[in-house]
């Protein structure tokens, strides 16, 4: 997340919330007064919800349902832990952004990680239900965690929970599944302010999931880019709430939080995890760096991610990509506070703030519409002896997840925005992939049986100060000069800063990754998440379609005839684009693809048209022509070959 001006943008969003809204998220007034506690006392706050999660049954073929229950009826509770986990996770951007949701000041209520959540099961069997119109197949469940902290900073997150039995409501319209959200609803739910048009990624919905986002008939653009919840054309003609409803079938779920007494023993079993660096530590994440994917994209001439500033493409037309997330905690017991000034001003990209012009250490970019610190990380991928691929990314750095479940992390954060710039103690920094620029070009690296590492660096050129500040007695910052310079050729200062002993020693992870064949690509790798997805919308378990570069008349209304052999009633069939240039197919996300449907087995096969890749615009190499096709079961990854023509 990186909204530079998020006021302005849920001024919008509080126009569309109705006061009952509001007024189902108010506290209890049973409260027992305790507010004479100690600032620092340790406080415990549990947190409950009740919800069914389940499977949407009506992009199956009635014929094919039973079959899909029977398998569904075998899944453990892990499995279904697993899905009730993705629905929860869908609340988190509300719960870190609420300061914007409400006219009264409220802070941050950050939900800890989901080794600490606790899941009861409904003692009545899964069961198909009709909901909203929708075939589903439904488990209840009761979910519960402990929120550690100081009386303080619980108190300033959110003032009804300031005494032992206070309490809260935050109220969400959920989907009942919560998988392939982009597939069935669109842009409806996700808020895309502040970012570039297009970068919402299927596979990591819940970093943008608003479910307050409402109709817009217009994009309302300022100095910092969209600043609406929609900012991909064409825009959503559903409320995210209706989108649920129409599309997959939604609830209201209430998440109640409620101060309890502190408990030592319930406090040592949902901590995570005790603090023992005296100072800023950032530590990136191995885990989040291991869900790597491959994608195929193409880039327009004029693209900013060729930008010099950007410069993460190898060149413009189709390339190949390495998607992953990076995620920095701050395993210290103080802030990360990079001082930086309100970077939300008019004519922001020509008029910097006074810090960029003093310090050099925020240059603008030109695909986020807002500062970074261009100094952050590094990332490389190699394979064999290959020269590594290195990228130096910018980042905006900012505390968008608390980790650490434990007393000594705040439950708020000031540097929740690209305003004011920083990581909290006991809190991380993500960006995710699908962000522009969140991977490394590997178009020119070899395919197939190559296994390469891919290697995050964090602060690799030690700008950020891990330890403690240093400031002159008035307070103000002390700056010291680097040998480094800004784009423009600036001369870069940075914080003077009283630095931990091997600050450096936990600030590199790697990832062995293996690069899918040419043509291949996440799309046709087995489906993530413990097989959590099935029917013909998935982004997984495909198979291309040999050869995978046919030709057509660009343009032009293309018809074909597919058939296969198979005990399988069904198949999907996926028409994607093809590049000249690579001479590969492109398998092609849901969302990308000419066409996606289902095809019938038996001699006479399913009958269908497509309109053929026209020329790229101001491209002489992809004149149009092209396409591939990807074919996989209903679920499952055993698809039968298929033959069109």
Known sequence: MRLVSLFVLFVLHLSS???????????????????????????????????????????IPISERSDLISLLQTKDNAWWRQRAQQQIDLTSYRLTYRTYYYNQVKYQLVLPGHDQWSFLWDDDPPVVETRQQHKLFTRGYTMTTYILSTHESIKKS???????????????????????????TGFACLDEAQYPPGVADPEKISFLF??????????????????????????????????????????????LFTRVAYDSSIAAQYRAPSANVNGADLSPSDADLQGTRVLYRYFPSGSCERAIDEMCIGGFGWRRLLYFDAVDRNVGTVDLDMETTDFVNAGIAQTPPAQEIAHGLYEYSSCHHHYHFRHFGNFSFQTGSQVPTSSKRGFCIASVDRWANAEWAPTWSDFSTCETQGITRGWSDTYQAGISCQWIDITNVGSGTNVGTLVSKTNPDGLLCEGTL??????????????????????????????IPNYAANNQVSASVIIPNTGASYVTEPCLESMQHFGPL????????????????????????????????????????????????????????????????????????????????????????????????????????????
């Open 17 to 59: 919330i109705t006061s009952q809204d509001l007024m189902d998220s108010q506290a209890s007034s049973s409260a027992i007064l305790t507010d004479s506690i100690d600032a620092n006392a340790p406080a415990l706050t549990k947190v409950t919800v009740q919800a069914r999660v389940g499977v949407l049954l009506d992009e």
């Open 158 to 184: 959110e003032q009804s929970l300031k005494t032992i039995g206070g309490s809260w409501i935050e109220s969400f319209t959920l989907p009942i599944d919560p998988t392939l959200l982009l597939q069935r």
């Open 210 to 255: 608003d479910d307050t986002c409402d109709m817009e008939t217009s994009i309302v653009i300022n100095d910092l880019g969209c600043a609406q919840c929609h900012c991909t054309l064409p825009l959503p003609t559903q409320s995210c709430k209706v989108a649920l409803r129409t599309g997959i079938g939604s609830l209201n779920v209430d998440f």
């Open 470 to 499: 240093q400031k002159y007695p008035n307070g103000s910052q002390i700056y010291e000069p680097t040998s480094f310079t800004t784009l423009s050729g600036q001369p870069v200062s940075k914080q003077s800063c009283n630095v």
């Open 538 to 645: 998935r982004n997984c378990e495909f198979d291309g379609v040999t050869p995978l570069v046919r030709t057509c008349s660009p343009g032009q209304q293309t018809s074909l005839t597919c058939t296969f052999n198979s005990t399988d009633d069904y198949q999907v069939l996926r028409v994607c684009e093809a590049s000249r240039a690579l001479n590969t197919g492109t398998a092609c996300r849901h969302q990308d693809g000419l066409r996606n449907l289902l095809i019938q087995s038996g001699p006479i096969g399913t009958t269908f048209n497509f309109q053929c890749p026209s020329a790229k615009s101001g491209d002489s190499i992809e004149i149009g022509g092209v396409y591939s096709l990807y074919t996989a079961q209903l679920w499952g990854d055993n698809p039968s070959s298929v033959s069109c023509n």
